[in-house]
């Protein structure tokens, strides 16, 4: 959460809040795997407690509480306009908002999960450890999908936590929240898991972006605030199960249920963010819904539970592996699904290329599918993120430089990625001129030209550019990649 103290889920009565805080301060003037990947392997973290109930807090916090981070943002805003400033000739400078949130130390050497709607526009990046050194960090990845975001900074040695296996949370289990609400840093609150799976419609959704949301949160009772987002949930083992990032509320703050993402889903993307620099996404090509009565009489089945297939995907990897219409899909591997955000949790842990076993219910008879997933563009491969970075580069028809000290001094920015050679392409078509500083795509920032390239990798569709030219004049541009 930025720029609000609250996000709110339209969906449900009350709305959903994330669970970052702020402040503004007025500045003075089972798969087969694809070649070269091994499936993520994870630990059993599920014990059944002893026969007299206890369950040990003081020990599941020891090993946790210095695995998580405060993490602090600095970004600059637009102020409201005033009138009054024009009329008597003063310029109204930047606001500075401040924003906080928690994060999750997953490597010993640096990386460090949280939430993207934590980080996301930050200009700077303060991490405070629990033995209260401060590190600036640095953005790894980004993804808006399941607002999961990777940061690092430079140190080593660090306490890693241990990743705990969500798929084997049950509900009414003993789980720990850790992070830092209202600025409090290092607070441990208990609950226990309410539900799994949970679709609270948090996540937007932007095709030109490609942002197609992933949401299977555990619902949790543990007290978390505005400062929890990006901290960690944990089991009575002390092994990470979920990223806390939401809250039902009426009012802003704890209201009785929180939510995180499992780690069926942070792991694998964290992982991908690392190791490619955005998610290695893949999908299974099917139009679905949750199973419904009707659905369950018509084909037969004892429970209404299960993914009914609506239709396929043309030259889709549910279409070539066999799946028909009609079909209703009752377990990926050996992992039931009751519906789809169970679906859509077990699919992606995967990567495009691997090859699962789809369990469907078909004439009255459960049938394997094996399914080889597919990427965005419809290939069974991963997918070069630098070549499309580059060539999408390329496409702009520029050659890029960083701005001198003093025309960054001059024009009132922090960096940007400047038009020094402008040829056939992409910004010539839209309007853009030379000289031309772009500073921001799509409201992320861009810090230099290597940060162009970085922020464009991936992007398809529409893209919104927007900078400033040596003349001081501000310009917006818009066109398709």
């Known amino acids: ?97 401040h924003s906080s949130g928690s994060g999750v130390i997953i490597s010993s050497d640096g990386y460090i999960i949280t939430n993207n709607h934590v980080i996301d526009g930050a200009e700077k990046l303060i991490v405070t450890l629990n033995s209260n050194k401060n590190y600036q960090a640095t953005v790894v990845g980004r993804d808006p ?52 799976a949970r679709n609270i419609n948090l996540l937007g959704s932007n095709r030109n972006e490609e942002i197609f949301p992933v ?42 249920y929180s939510f995180a993402v499992p780690t069926t889903i942070a792991r694998k993307v964290s992982e991908d963010l690392i190791r490619f620099g955005n998610v290695q996404r893949a999908f299974i090509g099917v139009k679905i819904n949750d199973v419904t009565q009707e659905q369950a009489k018509e084909k037969g089945l004892k429970e209404v539970a299960g993914v ?67 990427n965005r563009d419809g290939m069974a491969e991963l997918e070069d993120f630098e070549a499309r970075a580059a060539a999408t580069v390329a496409s702009l028809g520029a050659d890029f430089v960083a701005p001198g000290d003093a025309e960054l001094k001059a024009l ?26 772009i500073t921001k795509v799509d409201s992320e920032k861009v810090n230099s030209p290597e940060d162009l390239a970085r922020v464009l990798k991936g992007k398809t569709g529409g893209v919104l550019i927007e900078g400033v030219y040596p003349n001081g004049t501000k310009a917006y541009y818009g066109f398709g990649l």
């Open 1 to 97: 959460m930025k720029k609000n103290l609250m996000l709110f889920a339209a969906a449900l009565t009350g709305g959903f809040v994330a669970l970052g805080t702020y402040s503004l301060i007025q500045p003075t003037p089972a798969a087969e795997a694809a070649p070269g990947f091994s499936p993520p392997v994870y630990q059993a973290n599920y014990a059944p407690l002893p026969i007299d109930g206890t369950v040990d807090f003081v020990s599941a916090a020891g090993r946790t509480v210095n695995s998580v981070v405060h993490v602090k943002t600095e970004s600059k805003v637009q102020p409201v306009f005033n009138p009054w400033y024009d009329f008597f000739g003063y310029q109204q400078e930047p606001q500075v908002q």
């Open 145 to 196: 999908s399941t607002d999961i975001a990777v940061i690092r900074i430079d140190e080593k040695n660090l306490p890693a936590i241990t990743w705990g296996n969500s798929d084997e949370v049950q509900v009414g289990q003993w789980v720990l929240a850790v992070g830092n609400p209202f600025e409090l840093t290092s607070t441990v609150t208990a609950g226990i898991v309410s539900a799994k």
């Open 215 to 256: 949401e299977s949160f555990i619902q949790t009772d543990a007290a978390v605030n505005p400062g929890n987002s990006g901290g960690a949930l944990v089991n009575a083992r002390g092994e990470l199960i979920g990223i806390n990032t939401a809250i039902a509320s009426r009012t802003g703050v704890y209201n009785g």
């Open 308 to 374: 009914y297939v609506n239709a396929l995907t043309d030259g889709g990897a549910a279409a070539e592996g066999g799946i028909r219409e009609g079909d209703v899909i009752l377990k990926v591997g050996e992992r039931p699904v009751r519906n789809v955000p169970e679906l859509q949790e077990q699919i992606s842990q995967f990567r495009p290329g691997d090859k699962v076993s789809v369990g469907v219910w078909r004439d009255g008879l459960m049938q394997n599918v094996s399914v080889t997933l597919r």
């Open 412 to 437: 009132r920015i922090t960096g940007g990625a400047k038009v020094d050679v402008l040829s056939p392409g992409k910004l010539k078509a839209a309007g853009v001129q030379k000289g031309f500083i």
